[in-house]
């Protein structure tokens, strides 16, 4: 019990600190606290790696993002089914469910040290307004996986989005 009371309160503290610094970042022109992340950058730091963090309320996720544009893990402890990522110009996106129940939620991503916050950007509604603070591992270190169930990302995939194949954004 004090492990995880002492884990939680760590969780809690480095959440504080980050948006702190993120805060002053926005308030002290000239100073780089923060770094706002390019679609490139986005698909270089997330493909093939895991991000995982909490929202804004403390529930937390985890999620790895495969190539292919399937992410793999879980959201406020509930496990993804169908959910999928992809980059758009300058934000990240992600769909979650089947077709007939689909969600859509887009986040502009901003590198703080080592961590990473998700501001809502569209279509996603409180626009600019800081839904998560989230940290990036190598690789699946967790093994996240599709758990031998169907997956279905209707190929809205994230590798889709380079040099070779141009997608529509979303207005």
């Excluded at 995982?52 to 309320?57: A, C, E, F, S, V």
């Excluded at 996603?124 to 270190?141: L, M, S, W, Y």
Aim: proline share 5%; glycine share 8%; aromatic share 12%.
């Amino acid at each position: 019990m004090y492990v995880e009371f002492k884990t939680e309160l760590m969780l809690k503290t480095r959440f504080t600190t980050v948006l702190m610094a993120f805060w002053l970042s926005m308030l002290l022109p000239g100073h780089s606290f923060s770094q706002v992340l390019s679609d490139t950058e986005i698909q270089k730091l997330f493909e093939g790696n895991t991000v995982l963090g909490r929202y804004t309320d403390g529930a937390p996720f985890i999620e790895f993002h495969h190539a292919d544009g399937h992410a793999y893990g879980h959201n406020r402890g509930i496990a993804n089914t169908d959910a999928c990522w992809i980059v758009q110009p300058g934000k990240v996106c992600y769909y979650y469910g089947p077709p007939e129940r689909r969600l859509l939620f887009c986040f502009t991503v901003t590198k703080i040290d080592e961590n990473y916050i998700l501001t809502n950007a569209p279509p996603n509604t409180n626009q600019g307004q800081i839904n998560a603070v989230a940290r990036v591992e190598k690789a699946n270190p967790d093994k996240l996986g599709d758990n031998g169930k169907p997956w279905t990302c209707d190929g809205l995939v994230s590798h889709l989005f380079n040099k070779r194949r141009k997608l529509a954004e979303f207005k």
